[in-house]
């Protein structure tokens, strides 16, 4: 059975990987715990210590906003912590899968694909991207967005995000003229246990098969959970982002490559967490 040491393993998208492919893949979890990723003497021991094919790196720093603030302690974790990870899966002559964001891309020239050429704008995007070109041609490039799933205790994604101030009976301000694409992390997983199994040393983005602005996301939760429409407001890019456009405007990104597995719509992705939720399946 194929052996992945995976950091990240308890975040949102991480711990649902491990839930589904247990089955396929022997998990050998990274804990921040145990193993500071930004020391090279604590990755080195992990690496040395472990028996494995392939190492699987979602951990990061994903606070985009706070990133701006904490800039040295993102580029910590997402740059020098990837180089070090990366630096000695390699010399132990292993396999490296990075796992990367939609927000490389400075959303002006939707939409993107594999081959479009990253630019990114903000703080957070740049230590991504900085963490992309350490891996180069030699190891696998995932990029996702958006990811959202059923339930997750510890953190709510966009969709649970929404789905809560309105069921709280909340007012949000959504926006308009924002173009972004919500990915069903259970379709992630399974896109990831393909390229698990076929890996090379390539670019693949691992997205949903749509994307839409935020304010017809909320719509769409409303009517899949039957909450109130009228508690959704609009807003703009300029109103919301006045102070800080460090968020790129039209994130449309595809994948040219992922045939492996069918990305589902927010709609399709939306029906699948409402059987998910009534059938009560295990979650984190």
Known sequence: MLKVAIS???????????????????????????????DKESVSEFVGQNDFDIMLHLAGYTAVDQAEKEREECKKINVDGTRNL?????????KFIYISTDF??????????????PNPIGWYAKTKYEGEKIIGNKGMIVRIAYPYRASYGPKKDLIKGIRSYLEEGK??????????TPTFIDDIAFSLKHLLVHFSNEVYHVVGSGSYSPYDIAQKIAEAFKLDKSLIGKTTYDEFYKNSKIRPRDLTIK??????????SIDEGLEEIKRQVKLKLPQT
Do not use: C
Request: positive net charge; glycine residues 6%; without cysteine.
């Open 86 to 94: 990366f630096d000695e899966v390699t010399k132990k002559k292993k």
């Open 8 to 38: 990240g393993s308890t975040g949102l998208v991480g711990s649902r990987i491990q839930e589904l492919l247990y089955h396929d893949v022997v998990f050998i979890p990274l804990l921040r715990s145990k193993v500071d990723i930004a």
């Open 171 to 180: 007012k949000i301000a959504m926006l308009t003229d924002t173009i972004i």
């Open 255 to 264: 994948s040219k490559k992922n045939n492996s597995w069918k990305m589902k």
């Open 104 to 117: 490389v891309f400075d959303g002006k020239n939707s939409p993107y694909d594999e081959s479009s050429q």
